[in-house]
């Protein structure tokens, strides 16, 4: 999802928008990480991702002192909200297709 060259155009014409069309042409009810469902009773913007995302991951980095530490319990906090979404996700499907090029 991230190595894209532009997130909009992806989300409306990529291989996962051709799919999701065929797949609920057959009825399939489908889970697209582009296209979040609304969790009940939580903020409206609950795991959703977008550009403000990717900045924030370059806040992640690797040094082993505390302060390396303290910069990815920041950055991955803030992505729970998108992980659980992800994962319930997940769980609700009966099966997954993912695109996984070997030429990036």
């Not at 977008?50 to 505390?66: G, K, L, M, P, V």
């Not at 997940?90 to 090029?101: E, G, R, T």
Request: proline share 5%.
């Amino acid at each position: 999802m991230d190595l894209v060259l532009d997130r909009s155009d992806e989300a409306r014409t990529a291989w996962r928008s051709r799919i999701t069309d065929v797949l609920e042409s057959w009825g399939v009810t489908v889970f697209d990480p582009w296209f979040k469902p609304i969790v009940a009773n939580l903020p409206r913007d609950y795991g959703l991702e977008d550009e403000t995302t990717t900045e924030a991951r370059q806040n992640w980095i690797f040094a082993e002192w505390s302060e390396g530490s303290g910069a990815r319990a920041r950055v991955s906090g803030g992505f729970w909200p998108v992980m659980h979404t992800d994962l319930r996700m997940v769980d609700k499907s009966d099966f997954i297709i993912a695109c996984c090029p070997t030429n990036l």
